[in-house]
Nanobody, 126 residues
Framework: QLQLVESGGGLVQPGGSLRLSCSASGDTLARYHVGWFRQAPGKGREGISC????????YYKESVKGRFTISRDNAKNTVYLQMTSLEPGDTAVYYC???????????????????WGKGTLVTVSS
């Protein structure tokens, strides 16, 4: 059973950067499409970036395009989310997720995935 653990969240000032990590165990993450989702206070969970298992197709939510970058290191069984130019509206709990279905990353970012971490809190505030 795949298990996911996020890290790297914290408090950052507007305009700052953070890199979130998601470490996998129990299976080889390279077999999975992966993604990052977030849930802001009082709002539903939304998919912000998803990546295919072969790294050949990527989806980004419009509001994070050009600011966030998803990547993976298969040797470390880890997925990353590099976040730059952070805004107060990016404040949320961030979750990584994984799925073995072969639909597009855009579809997975909309519908969600099978395996989830417990989340890491990112707070953007001065």
């Amino acid at each position: 059973q795949l298990q996911l653990v996020e890290s790297g969240g914290g408090l950052v000032q507007p305009g700052g950067s953070l890199r979130l990590s998601c470490s996998a165990s129990g299976d080889t993450l390279a077999r999975y499409h992966v993604g990052w989702f977030r849930q802001a206070p009082g709002k539903g969970r939304e998919g912000i970036s998803c990546l295919t298992s072969t790294d050949d197709d990527t989806y980004y939510k419009e509001s994070v395009k050009g600011r966030f970058t998803i990547s993976r290191d298969n040797a470390k069984n880890t997925v990353y989310l590099q976040m730059t130019s952070l805004e107060p509206g990016d404040t949320a709990v961030y979750y990584c997720a994984a799925d073995r279905s072969r639909v597009s990353p855009a579809t997975l970012c909309i519908l969600g995935m099978d395996y989830w971490g417990k989340g890491t809190l990112v707070t953007v505030s001065s």
